[in-house]
């Protein structure tokens, strides 16, 4: 299984990106996925998930109504849209995929088996 994740950059605080994470090596639409960040200095942490239907969204405290998780199963690539970007938002990001089919996409990291390499989104004030 191979995630690769793309999209990050700088921007100024209230610019816009979206990530993107092509998945291979499992029939993707089975699965849940998620977005994890980890800032320098800091434990990673949970950002969004979205189920395998697409149907069921999950975000953090810290996102919520800022980032949009979605998914397209016949491109096998899910998304985060990021709007109204802040400094705290600074990270590597990080897309995962769950070990179990059929999941319900949860903020947990260990429900996931595998991760993408990282891209970095640098917000500068």
């Known amino acids: 299984v191979q995630l690769q994740a793309s999209g990050g950059g700088l921007v100024q605080a209230g610019a816009s990106l979206r990530l993107s994470c092509a998945a291979s090596?499992?029939?993707?639409?089975?699965?849940?996925l998620a977005w994890f960040r980890q800032a320098p200095g800091k434990e990673r942490e949970f950002v969004a998930a979205i189920n395998w239907s697409g149907g069921s969204k999950t975000y953090a405290d810290s996102v919520k109504g800022r980032f949009t998780i979605s998914r397209d199963n016949a491109e096998n690539t899910v998304y985060l849209q990021m709007n109204s970007l802040k400094p705290e938002d600074t990270a590597v990001y990080y897309c995962a995929i769950s070990a179990a089919m059929y999941g319900s996409g949860r903020d947990d990291s260990r429900s996931y088996d595998y991760w993408g390499q990282g891209t970095l989104v640098t917000v500068s004030s």
């Open positions: 090596g499992r029939t993707f639409s089975r699965y849940a």
